[in-house]
DNA sequence: CAATAAGCTGCGGGTTTACGCAAGACGGCG
DNA sequence: CGCCGTCTTGCGTAAACCCGCAGCTTATTG
């Protein structure tokens, strides 16, 4: 067996390579990438089914990475190991994964112990392994209670990139009024109303750059997050 | 001597304690913090003089935790070990140091070699150290050409936070228009008038919108720096 | 000191947003 | 089938935003 390591930090990278060395014994070869892109290419030759993912890195980040990955090869299995719960990452992997296919989201808090039982678990057994604190996002953010909508979460990324209403409206194949029906939703449930001091006069938000901002902190949106959309509406935008 | 060690990431402050130990024989004990909040209290329990400092911790970021300390005393050396160079680190960071301070700034890719020097450099010799490549930022950023103002940084912010133009006034004790025609010099400085797919009639962005994009984009914004401005926010909200 | 530069401010008007109101469209469900 | 909730769309309005024009106040400089 094979395993394929991609991630940024020298520290982390030789602390997993340790790791999967402890808890599979049956792996013979270990091989590193420093980044997404390396990765990619990585995998690609050794055809290599058993990747261990650093998401967040600086060339290419994880999700990108897994998402050409896949294409490719849809029975590959991946780890993600992370630094972080945001729900822009949990939303965007779990965009990703294809059918069926075995993954797994491990903390890079959690103890030795968890990450060896996740590598035995997802590239032995074909199990799926979601860390508990990230499994929570998830029902929450799929179930709509509490969570958002796709198409609010769209828009969220539309007025994140900046456009214009009635942009929105043409990339979306929506009228513009209901552009902004959706916005009056996402605006309701961001919770962007808040009187800002005192009630009276002065006292209100722009309302579309406040959603932004508040979803920033709440962690619905991040870098790598903008990163990906404004990609994907340069694409877009060349196709017309 | 003793040094004080803040860093979320085990890995990483282990590699700092044996660092520390294998740069500066002098150093007798060295202390670790997991937080910025932790690191404060052991900063003032021990009178440390001599700390290294992770930024971007979970609980309260590397910059907060040192604007304390420094308030406190002002003598303290720091030396800041960020994985990442982006503007919005490097300008929180110029912001909040004392006059004459000693304090480095060490990029967390820097070979060992270096990273000793640095720490040499700053504890033994209260030289300042700045990594290469963050120090061009610090240039760019400061000598205007090319780069932002403050008040130009200042408005980006409030925008980011999602204040009304009204309100921005305001807070900064300027007339509507004035404010207005700062927004304009950063939409200016910025770019963000590109035509966005076709040069006529849908094409354009909400300016205000694309602006944060194109800032945290480039990193003239991330997220701990939204975090400090939105507490601040608060803090100015409160006080009335 | 005059002169040029840079920033602040008011005025005015064209555009975009935010949103109430109300009329369809679609999909269950008893 | 008729009722109901959710989603979409158009119309209309008040507010906010973007910005050119022009008069003023401070610095900076020769």
């Not at 991609?6 to 792996?27: M, Q």
């Not at 296919?101 to 032995?124: C, H, M, N, Q, T």
């Not at 001091?197 to 997050?225: I, M, Q």
């Given at each position: 067996?094979?395993?394929?390591?991609?991630?940024?930090?020298?520290?982390?990278?030789?602390?997993?390579?340790?790791?999967?060395?402890?808890?599979?014994?049956?792996?013979?070869?270990?091989?590193?990438?420093?980044?997404?892109?390396?990765?990619?290419?990585l995998?690609?030759?050794?055809?290599?089914?058993?990747?261990?993912?650093?998401?967040?890195?600086?060339?290419?980040?994880?999700?990108?990475?897994?998402?050409?990955?896949w294409?490719?090869?849809?029975?590959?299995?991946i780890?993600?190991?992370?630094?972080?719960?945001?729900?822009?990452?949990?939303?965007?992997?779990?965009?990703?994964?294809p059918?069926?296919?075995?993954?797994?989201?491990?903390?890079?808090?959690?103890?030795?112990?968890?990450?060896?039982?996740?590598?035995?678990?997802?590239?032995?057994?074909?199990?799926?392994?979601?860390?508990?604190?990230?499994?929570?996002?998830?029902q929450?953010?799929?179930?709509?209670t509490?969570?958002?909508?796709?198409?609010?979460?769209?828009?969220?990324?539309?007025?994140?990139?900046?456009?214009?209403?009635?942009?929105?409206?043409?990339?979306?194949?929506l009228?513009?009024?209901?552009?902004?029906?959706?916005?009056?939703?996402?605006?309701?449930?961001?919770?962007?109303?808040?009187?800002?001091g005192?009630?009276?006069?002065?006292?209100?938000?722009?309302?579309?750059?406040?959603?932004?901002?508040?979803?920033?902190?709440?962690?619905?949106?991040?870098?790598?997050?903008?990163e990906?959309?404004?990609?994907e509406?340069?694409?877009?935008?060349?196709?017309?």
């Amino acid at each position: 067996m094979k395993v394929l390591i991609v991630e940024d930090d020298p520290l982390h990278r030789s602390y997993l390579h340790e790791a999967v060395n402890a808890a599979l014994p049956e792996c013979d070869t270990v091989i590193e990438a420093e980044n997404g892109t390396a990765g990619e290419k990585l995998a690609r030759d050794h055809k290599s089914a058993h990747i261990v993912m650093d998401l967040q890195m600086a060339n290419r980040n994880g999700i990108e990475a897994a998402r050409t990955i896949w294409k490719e090869r849809p029975e590959t299995r991946i780890l993600f190991w992370s630094n972080y719960s945001d729900e822009a990452y949990v939303r965007g992997v779990s965009r990703i994964v294809p059918d069926g296919a075995a993954y797994g989201y491990v903390l890079k808090s959690a103890s030795d112990e968890r990450l060896k039982l996740a590598l035995r678990s997802i590239f032995i057994e074909s199990q799926c392994v979601i860390d508990r604190e990230v499994r929570g996002l998830q029902q929450k953010s799929l179930g709509q209670t509490n969570g958002f909508t796709d198409s609010e979460y769209e828009i969220l990324v539309d007025i994140a990139l900046g456009l214009t209403d009635r942009a929105i409206a043409k990339r979306r194949g929506l009228s513009l009024r209901s552009v902004q029906n959706r916005l009056q939703q996402l605006y309701d449930k961001l919770d962007v109303y808040q009187t800002a001091g005192d009630d009276h006069e002065d006292g209100r938000f722009n309302l579309r750059a406040r959603a932004v901002t508040v979803a920033l902190l709440r962690k619905l949106l991040n870098y790598s997050a903008l990163e990906r959309a404004e990609a994907e509406l340069q694409e877009w935008l060349d196709g017309k």
